[in-house]
């Protein structure tokens, strides 16, 4: 735990100055002079962040300082409107990079490959004509309709790490923000990836884009989707195509005269894969398709039946996200501050992560205690590293920093819960959907 820690205070410390034109964005009166709170102290205070009044947000934060509040709450949000959001997020993209990079022994893999997944939700924004006209709503012929945006994320399904997210408005398509993952990923990642997708994301401009990036992918197929392939395979079967497609069959895209003539004029080598699963509610068997780039020597039938399961993982994340870590507990209906929460509730999520991957390797659960394999408790691990983050980071003294951290080390260590086997994940809607006025303010 204490080397997370470390890394990420000396990474963030340190970016406030490499990135403080991006955190400008072109205000060059921005952060100039000696100000009451600095931008790291500001990028702090939205991690710490807990869901209360303003007031109390900053008073907590203040104190777990050690010192006594001078700002008022209006202009501590006016120091928070000039900080650009993006820059956390170009922040968190170069951090995880270094992680990937720094930990390639310790991050799991799925023979050799970082195993990741794409998927969206949708999320309920504070109500404001800004956020309604920019972002809509979900029924416009319906009065009092929430605001919502649509957010995506790319996903590594083992590790357990949130690589990118994609945030737009309620109408945006989850195939082009999938292909800003793509791009995405092949820019951060130095090692293979497998990338996998639900229903709903295939169309051969994805296709093509992933193997010209030179990356592998599943992704599971509706059964209407290319039926003169799917179609020949039995349950159970597996075999590469050679696909080919005419004039007719690329009507799809006739608005992109030149990505209709690159598919009328390539052949794609695709394997297409038959598999039946048991529907455990009725007992009854049926058949996913999935559609592939990994030859039958790269992964067996059963390593892609093991893929399919994994990315059921991230159909976990946006409920930690939204129930435990409460990401829609917005700190202000402006875009920036919404951003910014989001932003930081990512990145405060894979801190968690990260932790408990350290707690893992230093101190292994003795498995042999118990009737079901255990792990650690994600929903609690999420309430002692807010409780204990500001003192762990900023305590101070040395003798208080570290107190925190073994405070935070133990509290991880006590709290397990089962892995019940065969249990499959369901996504479940945001159950915190009461919108607190005073937390709009600005």
């Keep these: 735990m204490r080397a997370t820690l470390l890394e990420f205070q000396d990474y963030v410390q340190e970016a406030q100055s490499i990135y403080l034109e991006d955190i400008r964005e072109g205000n060059p009166q921005a952060f100039t002079r000696r100000r009451k709170i600095t931008p790291y102290q500001l990028m702090l205070q939205m991690f710490a962040q807990k869901g209360r009044t303003q007031f109390s947000e900053l008073l907590n934060f203040y104190r777990e300082l050690e010192t006594p509040l001078d700002i008022s709450t209006v202009g501590f949000y006016k120091a928070r409107m000039n900080y650009n959001p993006k820059a956390i997020q170009l922040m968190m993209k170069d951090y995880l990079s270094m992680i990937y990079e720094n ?6 893999k799925f023979n050799g490959y970082i195993l990741t997944a794409i998927d969206g939700s949708t999320l309920t924004l504070p109500s404001s004509s800004e956020n309604m006209e920019k972002y809509g709503v979900t029924n416009d012929a319906l009065e009092n309709s929430p605001v919502m945006a649509r957010v995506s994320v790319l996903y590594d399904c083992i590790n357990k790490l949130v690589i990118d ?23 951060m990642m130095r090692y293979p990836t497998i990338t996998t997708f639900d229903r709903g994301y295939f169309s051969m401009r994805l296709v093509d884009q992933l193997i010209e990036n030179k990356q592998k992918f599943v992704l599971r197929m509706d059964k209407r989707n290319l039926k003169r392939y799917s179609q020949q395979l039995s349950s159970g079967e597996d075999q590469m195509f050679d696909m080919t497609f005419d004039r007719k069959q690329t009507n799809y895209y006739r608005k992109d005269q030149r990505f209709r003539t690159k598919l009328m004029n390539t052949s794609y080598r695709l394997r297409f894969v038959k598999i039946p699963i048991l529907r455990k509610d009725t007992n009854e068997w049926y058949n996913e398709v999935l559609l592939t780039n990994l030859t039958q020597e790269e992964c067996s039938l059963e390593g892609l039946r093991e893929i ?39 990145w405060l999520y894979n801190l968690t992560m990260l932790h408990i991957m350290e707690v893992n390797e230093s101190k292994a659960i003795p498995q042999e ?18 409780t204990y983050f500001i003192q762990s980071i900023m305590g101070e003294t040395y003798e208080k920093r570290e107190e925190s951290i073994i405070q935070m080390e133990n509290l991880l260590t006590a709290y397990l819960v089962p892995i019940r086997p065969d249990r499959k994940a369901r996504r479940q809607e945001s159950k915190n959907k009461s919108r607190r006025s005073y937390r709009y303010t600005y």
């Design 165 to 187: 997210t994609c945030v737009g408005a309620y109408a945006s398509s989850e195939r082009t923000f999938a292909a800003k993952h793509i791009d995405e990923l092949k820019e």
């Design 103 to 108: 930990r390639a022994s310790s991050l799991v």
């Design 369 to 386: 205690r118990y009737k079901y394999e255990m792990k650690r408790n994600i929903s609690i691990s999420i309430g002692i590293i807010k």
């Design 308 to 346: 399919y399961r994994l990315r059921w993982e991230i159909e976990t994340v946006y409920n930690v996200l939204k129930n435990r870590m409460k990401l829609e507990e917005f700190s202000g209906f402006r875009e920036r501050l919404i951003f910014q929460d989001i932003y930081c509730c990512v």
